[in-house]
């Protein structure tokens, strides 16, 4: 991309340590409010994560996974002669390239719209800030050598460092791997995964968090025999008991293998391809061979080698810990994305983090952002949105709870699109009957709840949810049958 030449001797009002969603959102409306800013990504792309290993390949490909489905029964819904398609691999990974190509190119042009400074190259805070000013070091990311950005356009006195008033920490997090093993090309994470060159024809995957899920429903939408490993009681273990159920028994009829309460033992290559043991609930020894295994356990803050020891900042298991504002302990840091303990490794959440931190810095009005309004967005077959308390968490707080329920199955726009299963459900206040969380499995979950996220931001009751119109025939119609039902008064069960 282009750069735009530092200044001599320039002092940023800010820079930005990471181009994923949580950085350049940060840079982004930091320039837009008038600060002067830095982003330094150590890649060639800017994105993150989530553009290029994340959140927007694996919807392309479950977009793809999905419209295959739709074409598996195609002849009921009156479409002829495509009962045997075929799935040309190399192009639905040239897609999914391409998407991410496209927006990081959009990334770099918002970059030189809101003349934001790019350095590509791993930064290192060197010491702390010396008359209120940081010192970030650019060094290459392979060699570990100081790069020469006077080649790359820049001043010979910004050849190896970036300076700036302020500086937020944006770096993101890398996928856990099981204690002793390596990813290869048989034992995956996220990222190998989203390059293989032929589609598996048996896949076992390690963990049901957000990842392990969405890449079994793809690759059994594509065929693959899928197995699933989770240590916990039940699969998707962040969700409402009701969902795990609902997507487990929804799983279990679209042919994939739920294993719950499992202890994985060993992983053992063999020619074709990998034996995964483990222990299960019971403690009785089991075993599943299949060409690839994914490894889908969680994500690790990318905390290391950032020069956080030499601001003397204290780290919490690799984590950053920060105050409301995303303040670090040490003044003029601030920490924001995947990061940040105790915060959902999340783009969307890292992205309003980072809003957040610049409006403050421009001293913009800013508000801080809340846990419970955080939607939780899982993007397999069927789909999952959520935001706010479970059941069992708002029973735990001491809330009088009240519940309502509503079936796709009721709803008839979601006949129209074959896709019935699932439900809604309302977790309430039985005293003032303010809406405590929301709960959808089922079509288009991860877009319906977003009126769940903005009625919760309003505090909106559930009685007002009632009075409020929703159009019909829609899918979001359910969720109107769903505050209604709180109350017994569901119009379509």
């Known amino acids: 991309m282009e750069r735009i030449p530092l200044a001599t001797e320039t002092t940023y009002d800010l820079a930005v340590l990471g181009g994923g969603p949580a950085g350049y959102t940060c840079a982004i409306?930091?320039?837009?409010?008038?600060?002067?800013?830095?982003?330094?990504?150590?890649?060639?792309?800017?994105?993150?994560?989530?553009?290029?290993?994340?959140?927007?390949?694996?919807?392309?490909?479950?977009?793809?996974?999905?419209?295959?489905?739709?074409?598996?029964?195609?002849?009921?819904l009156g479409i002829e002669n495509v009962d045997k398609p075929s799935l040309n691999w190399d192009n639905l990974i040239k897609r999914k390239n391409d998407v991410s190509l496209k927006h990081a190119k959009g990334l770099d042009f918002l970059m030189k719209k809101n003349k934001i400074t790019v350095v590509h190259g791993h930064g290192r805070l060197t010491s702390p800030?010396?008359?209120?000013?940081?010192?970030?070091?650019?060094?290459?990311?392979?060699?570990?050598?100081?790069?020469?950005?006077?080649?790359?356009?820049?001043?010979?006195?910004?050849?190896?460092?970036?300076?700036?008033?302020?500086?937020?920490?944006?770096?993101g997090s890398d996928a856990r791997m099981l204690p002793g093993y390596e990813a290869d090309d048989t034992i995956l994470t996220n990222m190998q995964i989203l390059t293989l060159p032929k589609m598996p024809k048996s896949l076992v995957v390690i963990g049901s968090g957000a990842v392990g899920v969405e890449f079994a429903s793809i690759f059994k939408s594509f065929g693959a025999e899928v197995t699933i490993l989770e240590a916990l009681p039940r699969i998707v273990p962040v969700e409402d008991e009701e969902v795990s159920k609902e997507l487990t028994r929804q799983y279990k009829k679209r042919g994939i293998e739920v294993n719950t309460g499992c202890k994985v033992e060993k992983i053992e290559k063999n020619k074709s391809?990998?034996?995964v043991s483990w222990t299960d609930g019971s403690g009785k020894a089991q075993s599943k061979e299949a060409e690839k295994v994914l490894v889908a356990v969680g994500r690790a803050p990318r905390t290391y080698d950032a020069g956080l020891d030499k601001v003397n900042l204290q780290l919490d298991r690799g984590f950053v810990t920060v105050n409301e504002w995303m303040e670090t302990t040490v003044?003029?840091?601030?920490?924001?994305?995947?990061?940040?303990?105790?915060?959902?490794?999340?783009?969307?959440?890292?992205?309003?983090?980072?809003?957040?931190?610049?409006?403050?810095?421009?001293?913009?009005?800013?508000?801080?952002?809340?846990?419970d309004r955080v939607p939780g967005c899982t993007y397999c077959d069927p789909?999952?949105?959520?935001?706010?308390?479970?059941?069992?968490?708002?029973?735990?707080?001491?809330?009088?709870?009240?519940?309502?329920?509503?079936?796709?199955?009721?709803?008839?726009?979601?006949?129209?699109?074959?896709?019935?299963?699932?439900?809604?459900k309302i977790v309430s206040d039985a005293k003032y009957g303010e809406i405590l969380g929301v709960h959808i499995i089922g079509p288009q979950a991860t877009e319906l709840i977003a009126e769940a996220v903005t009625a919760m931001e309003l505090e909106s009751t559930v009685e007002e949810m009632m009075f409020t119109i929703h159009a019909h025939p829609t899918l979001y119609e359910a969720l109107l049958d769903g505050f209604a039902s709180v109350e017994g008064m569901a119009i379509n069960v």
């Open 383 to 424: 789909q999952i949105g959520s935001v706010g308390l479970t059941e069992a968490q708002a029973k735990e707080k001491g809330y009088q709870v009240k519940v309502g329920k509503f079936p796709f199955v009721g709803n008839s726009k979601a006949t129209i699109v074959d896709a019935h299963d699932g439900f809604v």
């Open 273 to 275: 391809g990998a034996k």
């Open 29 to 76: 409306r930091a320039a837009q409010l008038g600060l002067k800013v830095a982003l330094i990504e150590k890649t060639d792309k800017l994105g993150g994560t989530c553009l290029h290993w994340g959140c927007i390949p694996t919807k392309s490909l479950l977009f793809a996974a999905e419209i295959w489905d739709h074409l598996k029964a195609a002849s009921t």
């Open 129 to 171: 800030a010396s008359a209120g000013v940081f010192t970030v070091q650019i060094t290459d990311e392979d060699k570990g050598k100081p790069r020469d950005l006077q080649a790359e356009g820049f001043t010979q006195q910004a050849k190896t460092e970036v300076k700036a008033k302020k500086v937020v920490l944006a770096m």
């Open 331 to 371: 003044p003029g840091l601030y920490a924001i994305g995947d990061i940040v303990a105790g915060l959902p490794q999340l783009a969307h959440v890292g992205a309003m983090c980072g809003i957040v931190v610049a409006s403050k810095l421009a001293g913009k009005y800013a508000r801080a952002v809340r846990k």
